[in-house]
């Protein structure tokens, strides 16, 4: 079963706008990660926060954590026509097996130029 | 080039038929994975391995057999091969937790 649920399934923004995307876990977890896939393409590692850790700036990306609400966030600022993508997040859960990583269904991103 | 692949990138193949997809990566990760994804269900993990001759299921090993018999490749069989088996698959290879995704291996299963 998914553990990891994003919110919105999709999302059209304008380029130089802020997109936001949200990820609801439902246990403990040891790390949370956010994941890129352009169209056909394997995916590709943005950025991972640790569950003693709140925030965490990657560029143009800030990632938030609230453990206490299971929920995550990914902001991408000033967003560009190359970063339309699927945005996945994964969840690393707690001792044994955490390099397992449990992935959400993801968030479609339109960037219109 | 360094990095993780995958082949074929494509395959068709028939009900019943058995087939192996391959993924191999340079970086002697200890950690690698399978994973189908389909529309609707996302990345499902299907087998994954920490070491040489140590792998272990996931959600979805049923008509999946693999191996790993040197730590840089991880086949994946799929025994006799069934159209529900049709979907994009993916291997990776971790390191401290962040993983490493191959192009994808697209099979049709007719």
């Known amino acids: 079963s998914q553990q990891g649920e994003e919110d919105p399934q999709a999302l059209s923004i304008q380029e130089g706008e802020n997109a936001t995307m949200n990820c609801s876990y439902k246990?403990?977890?040891?790390?949370l990660q956010w994941y890129r896939q352009n169209s056909g393409r394997g995916l590709v590692h943005l950025i991972l926060i640790r569950s003693n850790e709140r925030e965490k700036h990657s560029g143009r990306l800030r990632v938030t954590l609230d453990t206490s609400k299971k929920s995550s966030s990914l902001l991408i600022t000033a967003s560009r026509a190359a970063d339309t993508a699927s945005y996945f997040c994964?969840?690393?859960?707690?001792?044994?097996?955490?390099?397992?990583?449990?992935f959400g269904k993801g968030t479609k991103l339109s960037v219109i130029p | 080039d360094a990095g993780i692949t995958q082949s074929p990138r494509y395959k068709i193949t028939e009900t019943g038929r058995q087939v192996t997809l391959m993924c191999h990566q340079t970086?002697?990760?200890?950690?690698m994975f399978w994973y189908r994804q389909d529309l609707g269900h996302g990345l499902r993990l299907i087998y994954y391995s920490a070491a040489a001759d140590i792998t272990d299921k996931g959600e979805v090993p049923d008509g999946y057999v693999v191996s790993r018999s040197k730590t840089e490749n991880f086949p994946l069989t799929l025994e006799s091969a069934t159209r529900s088996q049709t979907s994009v698959y993916f291997c990776?290879?971790?390191?401290?937790?962040?993983?490493?995704f191959g192009p994808g291996t697209r099979l049709l299963v007719l």
């Open positions: 994964a969840t690393g859960r707690s001792g044994a097996g955490s390099y397992q990583l449990t």
């Open positions: 990776a290879s971790s390191e401290e937790g962040t993983q490493y």
């Open positions: 970086w002697s990760h200890s950690y």
């Open positions: 246990t403990s977890i040891n790390n």
